[in-house]
């Protein structure tokens, strides 16, 4: 789900907890060493994610938050900002000439430079994330 977060207001934050759940406290944050990216340049995205990148060549750049129960992708466009909710179930990434993230019929691409290099610690640990959560909802093994 995607939302116009350009101005939060309280439906946004229930939508945004229910879907991928509450934010980290700043005690868990500070356990987990951040639980935000550094921005990222965004080279592609799916045709239905185009709307929300910049018509003109300018660069599109976004960040990601970790969440318990999923992760929030933040787009900014221009002086407007979009907010992809993708809960832990349906998050599927790729390791490309970058890394690929993938779910609900979208994707965006994140281009592997500098910034991206930056962000290696924050992938390893939305990783770990995924994987804890995976654990805990296991239902094949019960």
């Known amino acids: 789900m ?12 229930e939508i945004l907890n229910d ?3 509450k934010p980290f406290s700043f005690l868990e944050s500070l356990r987990m060493n ?3 990216s550094k921005r990222m340049v965004i080279e592609d995205v799916s045709p239905n994610l185009k709307v929300y990148m910049n ?5 599109n750049y976004a960040n990601i938050e970790l969440r318990k129960q999923g992760i929030l992708i933040y ?4 002086l407007k900002n979009f907010t992809w909710s993708i809960p832990y179930y349906q998050l599927v990434i790729y390791r490309t000439n970058g890394i690929s993230i993938h779910a609900q019929g979208k994707f965006i691409h994140f281009k592997n430079n500098k910034m991206f290099k930056e962000n290696k610690q924050f992938f390893t ?9 995976d654990e805990q909802h296991n239902f094949l093994n019960q």
């Open 75 to 78: 787009i900014n466009q221009g």
């Open 55 to 59: 018509a003109v060549s300018d660069i």
């Open 125 to 133: 640990k939305m990783l770990d994330e995924k994987i804890n959560f």
């Open 34 to 36: 951040g639980i935000g």
């Open 2 to 13: 995607i939302l116009n977060s350009t101005r939060y207001n309280k439906k946004q934050k």
């Open 19 to 21: 879907l991928v759940g």
